[in-house]
């Protein structure tokens, strides 16, 4: 770490992001406030809950606060806070780049953006972004911080043109300050350098933040004399010595620090006088996302179980949903005071997209993770917390449980495989695209509604392509017999299946395992095609291991199976793409007997065992096989070598 300064370049898509905040949040320029009151509140809510386990790391100062200073001659906003600040490492982690993680989601919404040529501020705020956004007001931001425990400060300065410097400099005291430096005001826009601009800001958007945000300002006062009175202003006499005009007191101007947020924890007010905005704002404040939420539930517990909560469900899925290391949602207070961030023991993994705060008034202060674990309160505010939100999810508008469902039913659906008790439940909540319906989400229920007189069971079919399900060999019979096929397309959906045998008394079947039993095979026709069978089967034993009838297949020639205990073709995909590589299953090759190219295969085998061309249709069928399913073929040259000659021997011969 040196002294001296060290200019550094952002990252491509930092760069690309200023670029994107600059140009299209004009319109929403208030918020760079929020973002920075909340990254202070934040850092605050750090320390706070570090110095619960090391007390020492306030070394003196537990009186948080966040504090605003407005400079209206000079044109700048300082934001300062007494929170957990950054070491040099932090701000290089933090700031100038984007999340590792969320770099790859970002250039995908960028590209998409561009395509679409529609950048909304929605798709940033997915990014969590929030320090950048100074960058809509400022032309130049300083951020000058010192981290706890540390004597050293470090400042980080630039005009978002792409540069940013470092140099390590003296603060202070602890925590982080943030200043900008305003842009020029234009025709129409609010001037930032005004207090009272700030002060509506703060008002609207952060009132509820829990530390006080303060500005000092300048206010005539009374001048008082020794007993506390206050003093009277010289008056001035008329000419007969009687004073003109009326008494006055007499004033000075001080400088006074004043809070300008309520503090007030907007959970435990009454719900009938919260607004909507004010609900929508402290949504945004913990979640970092600029959308107001798709849903919300405050409820007030009473009691042996005692507490109060705040939920929300966000309209659109961050980028990081699938990020092992994501946080969750809850923030965890006890009468108000914060114990931590993202209360994993309050919330099940599979409903980690839900925000919001559990205020539990008899929990211990300095309860530590662990102990959280094991608490009976907290299981007892989960079971029940988890209640409200099935409820929740049960009564809402299908208009609107599609769109949840669209952003959410993937996380939905690992609790089917992880909560056992609640597995029914989310049974009724899981929805299925269909060979019958391919736009919209179809429940369970539905389904079994709509079976067929004479079916039995619900029918699945588990791949990554829906179109490529969609127009499965496998359900060519299935189609015929006019029965819906579920179509299976995320990874979870293979541990659903295997989690879930059965719903309302229908057990589940998979339409490209195990015997299908639609029709009855016609043992004759059978013999007639077994030395056949046995001749194809020898030629590919490695990747078969039977060679049959197929009672799926009714346009195509073959399809490959499984037996119903044997890993799905999907399963094994999804276990080789994540690194493990498990033992390649023989397949089951199934031939549709009804079908002129076997009918004719047959004849050329009847005819000459030794035709060369015999052991190339064998592997032509079985590669068919696998690209009907969407697989990969072992030789794609080759395939499409033998398919040239075909073409050509076909157009050859006259009719
Ligand atoms: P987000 O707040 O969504 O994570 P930001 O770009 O606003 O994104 O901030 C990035 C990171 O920088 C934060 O997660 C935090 O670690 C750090 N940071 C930002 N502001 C502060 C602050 N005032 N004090 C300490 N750390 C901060």
């Given at each position: 770490m040196g002294t001296a300064k060290q200019t550094y370049q952002f990252k491509t898509e930092v760069q690309q992001l200023l670029k994107l905040i600059i140009n299209s949040l004009y319109s929403n320029q208030d918020i760079f406030l929020r973002e920075l009151i909340s990254n202070a509140s934040d850092a605050i809510d750090r320390l706070r809950f570090k110095a619960q386990t090391?007390?020492?790391?306030l070394d003196g100062d537990g009186e948080f606060k966040i504090k605003i200073t407005v400079d209206s001659d000079n044109r700048t906003i300082e934001i300062a806070d007494n929170g957990t600040g950054m070491t040099h490492d932090e701000i290089m982690e933090n700031i100038g780049t984007i999340a590792k993680s969320g770099t790859t989601a970002f250039l995908e919404v960028l590209e998409k953006s561009k395509k679409e040529s529609a950048f909304t501020p929605e798709l940033i705020g997915q990014f969590g972004v929030g320090f950048y956004s100074a960058f809509i007001v400022a032309d130049e931001v300083t951020l000058i911080t010192r981290a706890a425990g540390s004597d050293t400060a470090v400042k980080w300065w630039s005009q978002g043109d792409g540069e940013y410097a470092i140099e390590d400099t003296e603060k202070e005291g602890r925590g982080t300050t943030v200043i900008l430096k305003l842009r020029e005001k234009e025709e129409g826009?609010?001037?930032?350098?005004e207090e009272w601009t700030i002060r509506d800001i703060i008002k609207r958007?952060?009132?509820?933040?829990?530390y006080p945000i303060v500005m000092d300002v300048e206010r005539e006062e009374p001048v008082l004399d020794a007993e506390g009175k206050p003093v009277k202003e010289d008056q001035i006499l008329d000419q007969d010595g009687k004073p003109i005009g009326p008494e006055k007191n007499k004033t000075i101007r001080v400088t006074k620090e004043e809070t300008?947020?309520?503090?007030?924890a907007i959970w435990a007010r009454d719900k009938k006088d919260i607004s909507d905005q004010e609900y929508n704002e402290f949504y945004k404040h913990i979640s970092h996302d600029w959308e107001d939420p798709m849903e919300r539930l405050h409820f007030k517990m009473e009691g042996t179980t005692e507490y109060s909560a705040l939920l929300y469900i966000p309209s659109q899925a961050p980028f990081?949903?699938?990020?092992?290391?994501r946080k969750h949602g809850v923030n965890l207070y006890s009468k108000r005071v914060f114990?931590?961030?993202?209360?994993?023991e309050l919330i099940p993994e599979y409903m980690r997209f839900v925000k919001g705060v559990v205020d539990a008034?008899?929990?211990?202060?300095?309860?530590?993770r662990e102990i959280l674990q094991q608490d009976r309160l907290v299981r007892n505010i989960r079971k029940n917390m988890l209640k409200k939100l099935f409820d929740l999810l049960s009564k809402m508008e299908d208009e609107t449980y599609d769109k949840f469902y669209d952003a959410f039913g993937q996380v939905l659906k690992e609790g089917v495989h992880t909560d056992f008790d609640n597995r029914e439940k989310i049974s009724h909540l899981i929805r299925y695209k269909t060979t019958r319906s391919e736009d919209k989400w179809v429940s369970l229920k539905t389904y079994v509604e709509n079976m067929k007189a004479d079916q039995k069971e619900i029918y699945y079919i588990t791949g990554d392509n829906l179109s490529a399900l969609l127009n499965s060999p496998h359900l060519e019979k299935l189609k015929e017999k006019e029965y819906e096929v579920l179509l299976m397309t995320d990874p979870v959906d293979e541990w659903v299946t295997q989690s879930l045998p059965e719903y309302e008394g229908k057990p589940f079947k998979s339409a490209?395992?195990?015997?299908?039993?639609?029709d009855d095979v016609d043992e004759k026709k059978k013999d007639e095609y077994n030395s056949l069978f046995e001749f194809i089967k020898s030629e590919l034993e490695e990747n078969v291991k039977e060679v049959k009838p197929s009672t799926?297949?009714?346009?195509?020639?073959s399809c490959l199976s499984g037996n119903a205990q044997d890993m799905s073709a999907y399963m094994e995909k999804i276990l080789q793409s994540s690194g493990q590589s498990p033992e390649k299953a023989k397949r089951i090759l199934e031939l549709n007997m009804e079908h002129p190219a076997l009918t004719q295969f047959k004849t050329l085998f009847e005819k000459d065992?030794?035709?060369?061309r015999l052991k190339d249709y064998s592997h032509l069928i079985y590669d068919m096989a696998v690209i009907s399913e969407g697989g990969k073929i072992d030789d794609p040259a080759d395939f499409s070598k033998r398919v040239g000659e075909l073409m050509a021997d076909a157009m050859a011969q006259p009719e």
């Amino acid at each position: 770490m040196g002294t001296a300064k060290q200019t550094y370049q952002f990252k491509t898509e930092v760069q690309q992001l200023l670029k994107l905040i600059i140009n299209s949040l004009y319109s929403n320029q208030d918020i760079f406030l929020r973002e920075l009151i909340s990254n202070a509140s934040d850092a605050i809510d750090r320390l706070r809950f570090k110095a619960q386990t090391d007390p020492d790391i306030l070394d003196g100062d537990g009186e948080f606060k966040i504090k605003i200073t407005v400079d209206s001659d000079n044109r700048t906003i300082e934001i300062a806070d007494n929170g957990t600040g950054m070491t040099h490492d932090e701000i290089m982690e933090n700031i100038g780049t984007i999340a590792k993680s969320g770099t790859t989601a970002f250039l995908e919404v960028l590209e998409k953006s561009k395509k679409e040529s529609a950048f909304t501020p929605e798709l940033i705020g997915q990014f969590g972004v929030g320090f950048y956004s100074a960058f809509i007001v400022a032309d130049e931001v300083t951020l000058i911080t010192r981290a706890a425990g540390s004597d050293t400060a470090v400042k980080w300065w630039s005009q978002g043109d792409g540069e940013y410097a470092i140099e390590d400099t003296e603060k202070e005291g602890r925590g982080t300050t943030v200043i900008l430096k305003l842009r020029e005001k234009e025709e129409g826009e609010k001037d930032f350098a005004e207090e009272w601009t700030i002060r509506d800001i703060i008002k609207r958007h952060s009132d509820f933040i829990s530390y006080p945000i303060v500005m000092d300002v300048e206010r005539e006062e009374p001048v008082l004399d020794a007993e506390g009175k206050p003093v009277k202003e010289d008056q001035i006499l008329d000419q007969d010595g009687k004073p003109i005009g009326p008494e006055k007191n007499k004033t000075i101007r001080v400088t006074k620090e004043e809070t300008l947020n309520s503090m007030k924890a907007i959970w435990a007010r009454d719900k009938k006088d919260i607004s909507d905005q004010e609900y929508n704002e402290f949504y945004k404040h913990i979640s970092h996302d600029w959308e107001d939420p798709m849903e919300r539930l405050h409820f007030k517990m009473e009691g042996t179980t005692e507490y109060s909560a705040l939920l929300y469900i966000p309209s659109q899925a961050p980028f990081d949903l699938f990020n092992v290391d994501r946080k969750h949602g809850v923030n965890l207070y006890s009468k108000r005071v914060f114990i931590m961030e993202d209360c994993k023991e309050l919330i099940p993994e599979y409903m980690r997209f839900v925000k919001g705060v559990v205020d539990a008034s008899d929990l211990n202060l300095n309860v530590s993770r662990e102990i959280l674990q094991q608490d009976r309160l907290v299981r007892n505010i989960r079971k029940n917390m988890l209640k409200k939100l099935f409820d929740l999810l049960s009564k809402m508008e299908d208009e609107t449980y599609d769109k949840f469902y669209d952003a959410f039913g993937q996380v939905l659906k690992e609790g089917v495989h992880t909560d056992f008790d609640n597995r029914e439940k989310i049974s009724h909540l899981i929805r299925y695209k269909t060979t019958r319906s391919e736009d919209k989400w179809v429940s369970l229920k539905t389904y079994v509604e709509n079976m067929k007189a004479d079916q039995k069971e619900i029918y699945y079919i588990t791949g990554d392509n829906l179109s490529a399900l969609l127009n499965s060999p496998h359900l060519e019979k299935l189609k015929e017999k006019e029965y819906e096929v579920l179509l299976m397309t995320d990874p979870v959906d293979e541990w659903v299946t295997q989690s879930l045998p059965e719903y309302e008394g229908k057990p589940f079947k998979s339409a490209e395992k195990g015997d299908l039993d639609l029709d009855d095979v016609d043992e004759k026709k059978k013999d007639e095609y077994n030395s056949l069978f046995e001749f194809i089967k020898s030629e590919l034993e490695e990747n078969v291991k039977e060679v049959k009838p197929s009672t799926r297949l009714k346009h195509s020639v073959s399809c490959l199976s499984g037996n119903a205990q044997d890993m799905s073709a999907y399963m094994e995909k999804i276990l080789q793409s994540s690194g493990q590589s498990p033992e390649k299953a023989k397949r089951i090759l199934e031939l549709n007997m009804e079908h002129p190219a076997l009918t004719q295969f047959k004849t050329l085998f009847e005819k000459d065992q030794e035709d060369s061309r015999l052991k190339d249709y064998s592997h032509l069928i079985y590669d068919m096989a696998v690209i009907s399913e969407g697989g990969k073929i072992d030789d794609p040259a080759d395939f499409s070598k033998r398919v040239g000659e075909l073409m050509a021997d076909a157009m050859a011969q006259p009719e």
